[in-house]
């Protein structure tokens, strides 16, 4: 007990102080952890959400060749089945399309 009485309030401010600042840095290790393990998981997140954007991507772009391909097939079978037609339709786009860039020149 004299041990404890011995003691200064200087150096028992001086303890408290350090507890405090003892306890400030392991609550700010604690919440850099936290932030750290945060970052991790938004990486997983993004890369998976990256990866299913890929895959849909994909996939959109396979369907989207194999509907070219269909049309394709398509306008060549028209091409065939009706060459005046089709020459017909050529001609007249093309004189829209003239017709449409000329008018915006003047």
């Known amino acids: 007990m004299a041990a ?3 003691e200064s309030p200087m150096s028992k401010v001086s303890k408290d102080t350090e507890q ?3 306890t ?4 700010v290790m604690s919440a850099y952890n936290n932030l750290l393990e ?3 998981h938004f990486k997983r997140a993004a890369g998976t959400a ?5 895959n849909e991507a994909n996939s959109r772009y396979s369907q989207g060749k194999v509907k070219a391909g269909e049309w394709n097939e398509q306008a060549n079978s ?4 009706r060459p005046l037609a089709a020459v017909g339709i050529a001609f007249a786009a093309g004189f829209v399309v003239s ?3 000329t008018s915006s020149k003047k």
């Open 38 to 40: 945060a970052k991790e």
């Open 20 to 22: 405090e600042a003892n």
């Open 99 to 101: 017709k449409l860039c």
């Open 50 to 54: 990256g990866l299913d954007l890929k």
């Open 24 to 27: 400030g840095r392991d609550a």
């Open 78 to 81: 028209f091409i065939r089945e």
């Open 4 to 6: 404890a009485n011995n």
